[in-house]
C-alpha cells in the first residue's frame, strides 16, 4: 500500500489567483493522478502525471489551466491558475504501482474554494 | 454513453437489511474492477476489488459479469456505519502512446442505513 499526503488540506483563495497543490507518496510509485470531485459530483480524471514528460491531460483539461509537475517518483503538482469560483473543487491525488495489484491509493484531498 | 453508469440511488435501508447495487462499464477492453466507499467529506477507499469468479469479503459480495459488461456489489446485514457512498470502479489502458492506465468512477449511489 502506500500513504499519500497532499497539501494544503484546503484553501480560500481569491479568484484570479493561482494555487499550487503538492502531493508527497511513502514509496516510488509508477502511476500518479489527480482527479477533482465536485460538489455532490464524482470524480473525474484531470490528468496522469508522467515522471520527466509533460503530464497527459483528460477531455476537457489544458495544461494552461491545470499545469502539472512530476520530478520523481513519489512527488507531484498540481496547480490551479486563474482560478474562477467553478473551480471550487476537492482536488485529489492517487498513486498506483504495481506492487499494489492495480490498487489505486488516494490523499486525503485539497479542499478548494474560490471567492 | 457513459463510461462506468450506477444506480442513482440514493437507498436507505434499515439495519439488517440486503442491498445491491448495480454498475455498467462501456469500455469492453476494461481490466480490472473494484468498489471505492467514500464517508462523506472523505477520500475514495478501496472496499474491495472484483472478480469474474465472484468474491466474498465477510458481509460483502462482490460479482463481475464480463460478457454484460455488469458488475454488482452485495451488503447483507447493513449496518450503521455502511452509511456512504459505494463508487463503481473500472481500470482502462490509456490510448496509444500513453502509459499505463486509469481508473474512472461511476457517479456512486449512496446508501443510508437507519436504526
Known amino acids: 500500500s502506500a500513504v499519500i499526503s497532499q497539501k494544503p488540506s484546503r484553501d480560500i483563495c481569491q479568484r484570479g489567483t493561482s494555487l499550487t497543490i503538492q502531493c508527497q507518496v511513502d514509496?516510488?510509485?509508477?502511476?500518479m493522478f489527480w482527479y477533482r470531485q465536485q460538489p455532490g459530483q464524482s470524480l473525474t480524471l484531470i490528468a496522469t502525471?508522467?515522471?520527466?514528460?509533460?503530464?497527459?491531460?483528460e477531455s476537457g483539461f489544458v495544461i494552461d489551466k491545470f499545469p502539472i509537475s512530476r520530478p520523481n517518483l513519489t512527488f507531484s503538482t498540481l496547480t490551479v491558475s486563474n482560478m474562477s469560483p467553478e473551480d471550487s473543487s476537492i482536488y485529489l491525488c492517487?498513486?498506483?504501482?504495481?506492487?499494489?495489484?492495480?490498487?489505486?491509493?488516494f490523499g486525503e484531498g485539497s479542499w478548494l474554494t474560490v471567492v | 454513453r457513459k463510461e462506468v453508469e450506477q444506480d442513482p440511488g440514493p437507498f436507505n435501508v434499515p439495519e439488517g437489511a440486503t442491498v445491491a447495487f448495480n454498475c455498467t462499464y462501456s469500455n469492453s477492453a476494461s481490466q480490472s474492477f473494484f468498489w471505492y466507499r467514500q464517508d462523506c467529506r472523505k477520500e475514495p477507499k478501496l472496499l474491495m476489488s472484483v472478480y469474474s469468479s465472484g468474491n466474498e469479503d465477510g458481509r460483502f459480495t462482490a460479482q463481475l459479469n464480463r460478457a454484460s459488461q455488469y458488475i454488482s456489489l452485495l451488503i447483507r446485514d447493513s449496518k450503521l456505519s455502511d452509511s456512504a457512498t459505494y463508487l463503481c470502479?473500472?481500470?482502462?489502458?490509456?490510448?496509444?502512446?500513453?502509459?499505463?492506465?486509469?481508473?474512472?468512477f461511476g457517479k456512486g449511489t449512496t446508501l443510508s442505513v437507519s436504526s
Open positions: 470502479v473500472v481500470n482502462i489502458s490509456l490510448p496509444v502512446g500513453q502509459a499505463g492506465t486509469a481508473l474512472i
Open positions: 492517487s498513486a498506483t504501482d504495481r506492487s499494489f495489484g492495480n490498487t489505486i491509493y
Open positions: 514509496s516510488q510509485v509508477t502511476m
Open positions: 502525471a508522467n515522471q520527466g514528460s509533460e503530464a497527459t491531460y
